[in-house]
């Protein structure tokens, strides 16, 4: 059975970073794209970052130069290095791989 557990959320000053973390089990990361996703309040879930199989890195532009997805050699964890956090960040932020969805986890930025 495939499980996708995130964490590493929380709330941060604007500038501030955090590190999230994402934990998937029944498959290889390696062996898929992987994608982290996030939902503001009131607002429709967006992609913000992904990685392809072979590793290529997309990014929507208002996250660029300032976030970084990344598998581990395991192949069984996908992070999302975020730096210079705006509020315009904050939401619950999820990944995914193929059809499956972690629980999500809050990041908040506020002062």
């Known amino acids: 059975q495939v499980q996708l557990v995130e964490s590493g959320g929380g709330l941060v000053q604007p500038g501030g970073s955090l590190r999230l973390s994402c934990v998937v089990s029944?498959?290889?990361?390696?062996?898929?794209?992987v994608g982290w996703f996030r939902q503001a309040p009131g607002k429709e879930r967006e992609g913000v970052a992904c990685?392809?199989?072979?590793?290529?890195?997309y990014y929507i532009d208002s996250v660029k130069g300032r976030f970084a997805i990344s598998r581990n050699s395991a192949g069984d964890t996908v992070y999302l290095q975020m730096n210079n956090l705006k509020p315009a960040d904050t939401g619950v932020y999820y990944c995914?791989?193929?059809?499956?969805w972690g629980q999500g986890t809050q990041v908040t930025v506020s002062s």
């Open positions: 990685a392809t199989r072979a590793d290529s890195k």
């Open positions: 029944g498959f290889r990361l390696d062996y898929f794209a």
């Open positions: 995914k791989m193929l059809e499956y």
